[in-house]
């Protein structure tokens, strides 16, 4: 299994930005997928997650309507597209690959991260 | 802040079982099941547990999981100074959204 993050970058506040995962080593289509961010501060955060036929999503709290997750099985792919960023969504975010395709399984196999800074 | 609350810190000694907990409440611990996740800073998170008590394979019989109404446990047998890591509980609440715990840092001494 291996799951790799892109898209991190430094942005300002307000700004837009679009994450992408890329897996192979299982198929994609029949698990749910995740995002979860880290700060050194707060520790591990549930961002977002999808079920395995994007029936389900849903979203925490503090990113609820400014963060949409989706996915395309014919690429392989999980994507979050982040608008209106905020300075405390700076993170290093991981993709993660559900335990099935529950969205409220364990979180399987995780990424190595992509780091978001948002500063002005 | 998180619903799910974990002691800061733990320690042990090479060999030494430790136990750390996680408490909730009924809206999480309390109606479904928790996770424990390994992080070693700079790397990727491991999960250690599932469904309360189960390990992937690969995981070795060490580490071990328990949950009682509101609370649960991750206890490491035969303490390893590889074990030196932040351990993070997880479970869900009535939204379905994921929650973590705070996270506790294990030093092995």
């Known amino acids: 299994v291996h799951v790799a993050e892109s898209g991190g970058d430094i942005v300002q506040p307000g700004e837009s930005l679009r994450l992408s995962c890329t897996v192979s080593?299982?198929?994609?289509?029949?698990?749910?997928m995740f995002w979860v961010r880290h700060t050194p501060g707060k520790g591990l955060e549930w961002v977002a997650g999808v079920s395995y036929n994007s029936g389900t999503k849903g979203y925490a709290d503090s990113v609820k309507g400014r963060f949409t997750i989706s996915r395309d099985t014919a690429k392989n792919s999980l994507y979050l597209q982040m608008n209106s960023l905020r300075v405390e969504d700076t993170a290093l975010y991981y993709c993660?690959?559900?335990?099935?395709?529950?969205?409220?399984?364990?979180?399987?196999?995780w990424g190595q991260g992509t780091t978001v800074t948002v500063s002005s | 802040q998180s619903l799910l609350t974990q002691p800061p810190s733990v320690s042990g000694t090479p060999g030494q079982t430790i136990t750390m907990t996680c408490s909730g409440d009924t809206s999480s611990i309390g109606s479904y099941t928790v996770s424990w996740y390994q992080h070693v800073p700079g790397t990727a998170p491991k999960l250690l547990i599932f469904?309360?008590?189960q390990r992937p394979a690969g995981v070795p019989d060490r580490f071990s999981g328990s949950k009682s109404g509101t609370s649960a446990s991750l206890a490491i047998s035969g303490l390893q100074s590889d074990d030196e890591a932040d351990y993070y509980c997880a479970s869900w609440d009535h939204s379905l959204k994921q929650v973590f715990g705070g996270g506790t840092r294990l030093t092995v001494l």
């Open positions: 080593g299982f198929v994609f289509g029949e698990y749910a």
């Open positions: 469904s309360n008590i």
């Open positions: 993660v690959k559900g335990l099935d395709y529950s969205p409220t399984g364990a979180l399987d196999a």
